[in-house]
DNA sequence: CATAATATCTGACTAAAGTCAGGCATTATG
DNA sequence: CATAATGCCTGACTTTAGTCAGATATTATG
């Protein structure tokens, strides 16, 4: 069937759909602009200049909004401490009871759009899938804390990819698991890609040999909703990219035959198979990269 | 991961990319409204009360843009012939041009949109289930021309599915395929659930026996991306309905065991298990339904 | 310290969208 | 056939969104 239809007709479905997502912004009678304006202030987002480039507003008309809603005793401005010039938004406490039932809307909205599902899991998936390939420009690689749920969780749909992958399954007390202490620089690094707060990868990097400069690339995913983006690739970039930083000049990496694809990316981006360097039960082939100076 | 939180970044994502939709229509120099209102009549929605039921437009608005329309000479206006009070549009050949213009940038967007992708097809599987997911209540079961692009695509999914799942493959060759002409009323019907003319599912209906009353059901078949939504239970009940108006008292069906969802809504549904009424090679489970009176 | 640059606000606009009470034909109904 | 109902149109509004040229205050810079 051509593809081109079902994308028009995946517009205009979801028009529908995100329609009625406006409706939820005005449905507590005041202006979709006033609206958005406050529920970025309730986001976090206190500068004028800050919201008027989330909002892409004019300068003039968010001036009248921010003024509108102060006059409703939703939000006080107060000049910026750390310039005269600047303006900054915050919530009173009456503009936090009206975000978080904006909020309760939000939400009331999604459960009832999954509650029609006898299944919501494919929807949820097949939205996740949609979602990251339209804002696939905007996915961000950085530094996590490897104790934080987006950590926890990416390991924990790794592992549950390993169980389903290998013949034998995956347990990960048989692997050699990272070490949370290990992976803050400069001896490691937890590197995340995210969407909007919301992890689809990750990889870490650990030192293997400080004195001769070697660490190890481990971990490697890509939720299977944001594959084939290229995505696998700009995390070893970003890994490689790390090491660097913390000054090893030798990454090496283990995997296994059952990963093919991840094999395929390392021999495709200069790696070199080598001798094995560690017994890990699920290690069947070895890698090693030569980092180039920065 | 939390599933609220991936509906409302879904939603997020999409209302940005769904703005730049209506950029797509700004882009032609003429205010969305009217835009949208020549989009609605080149679609075929003729009677003016037609048009204000689609987009939902107040009767004084409509009549303006209407008229905007009429003396930019895009479209025409005439009593509708059945009832003087009603009026029905036409586009004129340049209001056709135009129309065809706005098709044009459309599609672009959703070629745009597509090449991002290494390989579309997961990306455009992932926008149908959330398609058919939110427009779940439009679906509609009909009958189809057999001969219809529609039904060809059905059976070659469902060829494709059974090919599949059969361990030993599956060839139309060898399996009693059904007759064109027999799948007309009052001998038989195809009947296709579909989605804004998108096909989702069919089941067929075909004589077996008419003096005796007995019909078959074949082909069943759902879509992967519209699954878990009890659409094979409305297309059974549609298959029943549709014999029921042909006259025919009794129902029977072979299946496989590989197809194991398939056999458990059957007997959910009041099928009782029967001796082999074939010899198709891929029939192994066969099933009996008695209707009741119209 | 004068001047330029920056950040926001104000006033004076326009365009687009939407609302609503009536008006005028046309058609249905007792 | 008179009356009611229907379908669309018109005029007179309002609200929302958006634009833009200054005004004002503050901060940076030579």
């Known amino acids: 069937m051509d ?41 976090g987002i206190a500068d004028v200049a ?56 939000s939400n009331q909205r999604a459960t009832t759009l999954l509650s029609g599902a006898r299944d919501a899991s494919p929807l949820l998936d097949a939205m ?72 689809v990868g990750c990889v870490i990097v650990q030192a293997l040999d400080r004195e001769a400069g070697v660490a190890e690339v481990k971990r490697l995913w890509v939720s299977t909703t944001a594959r084939r983006q290229g995505l696998a690739k700009a995390l070893m970039d970003a890994a490689e990219q790390a090491a660097r930083e913390m000054g090893f000049r030798t990454l090496r990496l283990d995997t296994n035959s059952a990963l093919p694809e991840a094999a395929a990316l390392y021999r495709r981006t200069g790696w070199t198979e080598i001798e094995p360097f560690n017994d890990d039960p699920y290690a069947e082939v070895f890698f090693e990269k030569k980092l180039s100076a920065v």
């Open 3 to 43: 593809s081109i239809a079902r994308v028009r007709r995946f517009n205009r479905i979801v028009t529908a759909e995100v329609g009625a997502l406006d409706t939820s912004f005005l449905s507590r009678g005041r202006p979709l602009g006033a609206a958005r304006v406050l529920n970025a202030i309730g986001r």
């Open 50 to 105: 800050a919201i008027r480039d989330e909002l892409r507003l004019d300068s003039g008309l968010l001036s009248r909004l921010l003024r509108a809603l102060e006059s409703e005793h939703l939000i006080e401005l107060a000049p910026s401490p750390q310039d005269g010039r600047r303006r900054t938004a915050s919530l009173t406490q009456a503009g936090r009871a009206e975000f978080e039932a904006y909020e309760h809307l």
């Open 128 to 199: 996740d899938t949609v979602a990251i390939a339209l804002g696939r420009d905007r996915i961000q690689i950085a530094d996590a804390d490897p104790l934080s749920w987006q950590a926890t969780s990416c390991l924990a749909d790794y592992y549950g990819e390993l169980n389903a992958r290998f013949a034998a399954g995956f347990d990960v007390e048989k692997s050699r698991a990272p070490d949370p202490k290990r992976l803050s620089r400069p001896n490691g690094a937890f590197l995340i890609a995210s969407l909007d707060d919301i992890p």
